[in-house]
C-alpha cells in the first residue's frame, strides 16, 4: 500500500514532524502526587492500565467507585484487583517486567491523568482487608510506585465526544456479549442463554 513509503523511521524524522515540545506540557509532568493530582485520582472511577513483557503488551481496564484508586503517599498508589476473567495477562507482565502506565478517566471532565512507573504485586493480609467490600477480599493488590505523572488536556475527549449525551450509542445497535462469543467459538460458548444471565451474573461477581 502507498503509506509503506512513507513511514518515519527515525528519531531526526519524527523530531522534525512534531518539532519542540509545548513548555506547559513539560511543566505539568512531575515525580509525585500533588494536590491538584490527588482529587483528579480521588475523583476517577476508571483507569486503564498498561503493561509489557516479553510475551507481549496488555491494557486492562479496572472500575469502582471515586476513590478506589488509594494514594497511600506522594509517590504510591493502591488499586484493588477484582473478580474477573482470570486471564491475568497484566500480571503476568508485572512478574516479568515490573513497568506500568495508568490512564485515569473522570465522567463529565475532559482532562486525563497519566502515571508511569513500577509494579509490584500485594496480597498483605492487612492491606488486602482494608480494600474488602460486603466482606469480600480483593485477588490482591497492586502497587504502583509513581515515576512520573502528569495530565492531558481535553482535546481528545472534546473532539472524541466521549460525554455528550447526544453520541451516546445504543448498546443493542451493536453485537452483544453472547453473540461475539458464539461466533468466535464457533457456537459452544455465549449465545442467547449467556447474554439472558449477564446481568445476574455481573451483579454475583462484582466483588
Known sequence: MAYSDHLVTSMEQLQSLYGEK???????????INGSYRKLIEAAPFVAIATGAPEGLDCSPKGDA???????????????????????????NIVRDPRIALLFLIPGVGETL???????????????????????????VLIVHVERIYFHCSKA???????????????????????????????????????RAAPERIKAQLY
Open 114 to 140: 497519566r502515571v508511569n512507573g513500577r509494579a509490584s504485586i500485594s496480597i498483605d493480609p492487612e492491606l488486602m482487608q482494608s480494600f474488602a467490600v460486603n466482606g469480600k477480599l480483593p485477588r490482591c
Open 66 to 92: 471515586p476513590g478506589f484508586v488509594r494514594i497511600l503517599d506522594e509517590r504510591t498508589l493502591a488499586i484493588p484487583d477484582r473478580p474477573g476473567n482470570n486471564r491475568i495477562d497484566g500480571f503476568r
Open 157 to 195: 475527549i472534546v473532539r472524541s465526544k466521549l460525554w455528550d449525551e447526544a453520541t451516546k450509542i445504543d448498546r443493542k445497535s451493536l453485537p452483544s456479549t453472547g453473540t461475539i462469543i458464539a461466533e468466535l467459538s464457533q457456537g459452544k460458548l455465549g449465545g442467547e442463554d449467556y447474554d
Open 22 to 32: 509545548n513548555p506547559a506540557a513539560v511543566a505539568k509532568e512531575i515525580d509525585y
